[in-house]
């Protein structure tokens, strides 16, 4: 097991029904720390970079909309398999098959809907961390 780094995301149907802390709360009870933390309003644009790793699939546009429609809370969470533990407390990317009290399970509205974003891989999270916080806002 090592120390790892991972960029969560709560996305805009999380912000707007004020479900920051509950889920913030999994992460830590999950031995996840938040070591930075902010809330920004991304343009569309913003969104579609940080997902074209989707831009060929059907519902990249609506994924794009949705992800600039409201603010969002980005976040760095920090501790042990970080990456792997994230993905596990934010439940499948389909909330109809998340399991029972994972963050999609208890709050997501539907798959596009689906209230927050992990990283899927170490790669990807020193992207994505790099794509919204400097060096100097990582507090662990
Ligand atoms: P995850 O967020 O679990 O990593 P993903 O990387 O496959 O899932 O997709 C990114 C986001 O795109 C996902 O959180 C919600 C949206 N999405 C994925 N599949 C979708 C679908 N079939 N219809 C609508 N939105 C979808
Ligand atoms: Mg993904």
Do not use: W
């Not at 399991?99 to 994505?128: K, M, Q, Y």
Request: overall charge negative; hydrophobic content about 40%; glycine content about 8%.
């Amino acid at each position: 097991m090592a120390t790892e780094r991972t960029l969560s995301i709560i996305k805009p149907d999380a912000t707007r029904r004020n479900l920051t802390g509950k889920i913030n709360a999994k992460f830590e009870e999950a031995g996840l720390r938040i070591i930075a933390q902010k809330r920004i309003h991304l343009s569309k644009a913003q969104a579609g970079v940080f997902y074209a790793v989707h831009k060929d699939r059907p519902f990249y546009d609506e994924l794009c909309e949705f992800m600039a429609s409201e603010p969002v809370v980005v976040q760095v969470l920090e501790g042990e398999d970080a990456i792997a533990k994230n993905r596990e407390v934010m439940g499948a990317t389909n909330p109809s098959e998340a399991a029972a009290g994972t963050v999609r399970a208890e709050f997501a509205l539907s798959i596009g809907e689906n209230s927050v974003h992990g990283s899927d891989a170490p790669e990807t999270a020193a992207v994505e961390i790099a794509y919204y916080f400097s060096g100097l806002e990582l507090v662990g």
